[in-house]
């Protein structure tokens, strides 16, 4: 099975759709081309990369755009094979006068519905709050988010440079917010800072789920942690590998997190960026990280639990698990 539960809308962005926005607007072409604008050739660095996401901020400039990016979203993904998309994006990096948070919202949720309509696939929409934002403009993140809680948002996510803002508490609010609402809650948390990060995450948080988690294998205490309390950790090996989080694909951490007994769900994480979709990290999980079929049995189990979706759609995937 394919259940894709740590995806970016940003890194989704078709390089034609790019192009076609671009030109629609008046945007001047990069020197290198759009596709190059966004797309990575190989592995670089956290800021490389970063920068390549930012390169398609400017396409979410109205609800048509961001309502056609979304759909064509769940089209990608559902050509790739998978059966269900969590997309995640910041709404508040693309709100406007005249295109309030709101709106992005549900322009995101419009394109989701219609590209499950077009395809069969499910999705959900998982609005991030970022580090860098003040606490008070998150907390309205959170609050456009709860009110489109079972409308097309199913969780809530903190994104963002973890070096530079470590500090969570000024978030509480905003989980909270999302808590009370019934969202699903995960972190990007670990992944740069070390692992007792994901410990502060759940703890003061609430969180059931970790992105990334990478630096929690270097602490035994936090791996033991994790496996006993039922901590699921998203993973995206090409992601982390571009980024530089990890030196080599073969070095990504996921066989020891699996050794320790912590649940493990997988993401592509920014796939336009790395090229690399689900369908591709699953197979990186087979031939190169050692996922024997019953470790990929385990990944779609722990896949269908953790996933924010409502109970209709947990049923369905299950029974496509049992049937496959
Ligand atoms: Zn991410």
New binding site residues.
Partial sequence: MLINL???LE?RVRPGTALEIARAQGLPEPPQGWERAVQLDGPADLTIFLTKVAATYPFFSSWENVARIACEAIEDAAADGQDYLEL?FGPATHARPGFTMDDVIAAACEGIAEGTRRTGMPGGLVIAMLRHHDAALNESVARAAAKQAGKGVAGL?L?GDELRFPALQPFAAGFAIGKAAGLGLTC?AA?AAPGHAALEAVERLGVSRI??GAHMVDNPDILRWAAANGVVV?I?PT?NWYTGAIPAIDRHPAPVFRQAGVPLVL?D??PMQTRSPLSAEREILRQTLGFDDAALRRLDEDSIRAAFVEPGVRDRLTCRLHQG
């Fill in positions: 740590h995806s970016h890194g995640r996510d994104a990007h992944e992105g990334h998203e995206c992601s993401g994480d920014n």
